[in-house]
């Protein structure tokens, strides 16, 4: 499934320049926008890209954009994992809608896609002009639930390597490298599922490199995405989620669920990979579905 190209725009985030596509629907004045931010290591061509030119078609203008770092945008290193950057780039990007004349500046929302829904809940929770939030197969990311899921031994052990990686670049050394993905052996995400999306045509893109920071891999365990649960309220927050999730936990979705004080929804779709919500019907449909009919009467 391959989505429509929308205008090619770019602005700027902590003096670095982000490139998004915008998607304007047809029709007179202002309408809702959305923010859209996706999983870890895409791409604007990719997952996002898709949703956001399926919210366009319902309605709502929508940015796809690539993170710093990553895709056309500038930034170095490239391909690093930063989680304090990524909330400057969802902030500067909200910033730019706000100028538009075709959007509600009023009627802003933030969607997340994979660890971008994580980034989404906490960008929505401390921005008073984000008015919604929507996550669909996120990545609800805490240094607890990682720890407890790599055993207090192994989590340390972990911590030890990045920082001895880190403090080697520190040093002077060259930034390191690991494939995103890999079918087996050394990768940040290994195995056929990831590989299924990334590794083949499915998800091609001329600005995504089959590259990642080794350290990047820090800051997914230790970031704390998921407190934005805790501060999100009143806004309102849809989770949406796969029944069989081998790589953004069910039991994350509902934990950030629980955490969320309302108005609040969740939806369970029947998928069984995680990467169906990525592109694939009717589970794409059913979230985009969801999404709308959630964002007309909150947003």
């Given at each position: 499934?391959?989505?429509?190209?929308?205008?090619?725009?770019?602005?700027?985030?902590?003096?670095?320049?982000?490139?998004?596509?915008?998607?304007?629907?047809?029709?007179?004045?202002?309408?809702?926008?959305l923010?859209?931010?996706?999983?870890?290591?895409?791409?604007?061509?990719?997952?996002?890209?898709?949703?956001?030119?399926?919210?366009?078609?319902?309605?709502?203008?929508?940015?796809?954009?690539?993170?710093?770092?990553?895709?056309?945008?500038?930034?170095?290193?490239?391909?690093?994992?930063?989680?304090?950057?990524?909330?400057?780039?969802?902030?500067?990007?909200?910033?730019?809608?706000?100028?538009?004349?075709?959007?509600?500046?009023?009627?802003?929302?933030?969607?997340?896609?994979?660890?971008?829904?994580?980034?989404?809940?906490?960008?929505?929770?401390?921005?008073?002009?984000?008015?919604?939030?929507?996550?669909?197969?996120?990545?609800?990311?805490?240094?607890?639930?990682?720890?407890?899921?790599?055993?207090?031994?192994?989590?340390?052990?972990?911590?030890a390597?990045?920082?001895?990686?880190?403090?080697?670049?520190?040093?002077?050394?060259?930034v390191?490298?690991?494939?995103?993905?890999?079918l087996?052996?050394?990768?940040?995400?290994?195995?056929?599922?990831?590989?299924?999306?990334?590794?083949?045509?499915?998800?091609?893109?001329p600005?995504?490199?089959?590259?990642?920071?080794?350290?990047?891999i820090?800051?997914?365990?230790t970031?704390?995405?998921?407190?934005?649960?805790?501060?999100?309220?009143?806004?309102?927050?849809?989770?949406?989620?796969?029944?069989?999730?081998?790589?953004?936990s069910?039991?994350?979705?509902?934990?950030?669920?629980?955490?969320?004080?309302?108005?609040?929804?969740?939806v369970?779709?029947?998928?069984?990979?995680?990467?169906?919500?990525?592109?694939?019907?009717?589970?794409?449909?059913?979230?985009?579905?969801?999404?709308?009919?959630?964002?007309?009467?909150?947003?």
């Amino acid at each position: 499934m391959r989505c429509a190209m929308g205008d090619r725009v770019e602005f700027t985030a902590d003096g670095i320049t982000l490139v998004g596509d915008l998607r304007v629907p047809d029709g007179e004045g202002a309408r809702p926008a959305l923010v859209l931010t996706g999983p870890f290591t895409g791409v604007k061509e990719q997952v996002t890209g898709l949703y956001a030119t399926r919210l366009a078609e319902a309605g709502y203008v929508t940015l796809a954009f690539d993170h710093r770092g990553f895709g056309e945008s500038g930034g170095v290193p490239r391909w690093h994992e930063d989680p304090q950057g990524k909330l400057g780039d969802l902030r500067a990007a909200v910033s730019y809608l706000r100028r538009l004349p075709a959007v509600d500046g009023e009627r802003i929302g933030v969607v997340g896609i994979c660890l971008g829904g994580g980034y989404a809940l906490r960008f929505a929770a401390f921005d008073p002009r984000v008015k919604a939030f929507v996550g669909i197969a996120g990545a609800y990311n805490n240094p607890y639930a990682m720890r407890s899921g790599m055993t207090e031994q192994g989590y340390q052990q972990a911590l030890a390597s990045f920082t001895e990686v880190l403090e080697r670049q520190d040093q002077g050394d060259e930034v390191r490298y690991v494939p995103a993905v890999a079918l087996s052996g050394e990768a940040a995400m290994v195995g056929e599922e990831p590989f299924a999306y990334y590794g083949t045509e499915r998800s091609a893109s001329p600005s995504w490199v089959n590259e990642v920071t080794r350290s990047s891999i820090r800051e997914l365990i230790t970031v704390d995405n998921m407190m934005g649960a805790d501060f999100l309220s009143p806004k309102p927050g849809l989770i949406v989620h796969g029944l069989v999730d081998r790589f953004c936990s069910p039991e994350g979705a509902e934990e950030a669920y629980k955490r969320m004080d309302g108005p609040k929804k969740l939806v369970w779709l029947d998928a069984k990979l995680h990467i169906d919500l990525y592109d694939t019907e009717p589970y794409v449909t059913q979230a985009v579905t969801e999404t709308t009919r959630f964002l007309t009467e909150h947003l």
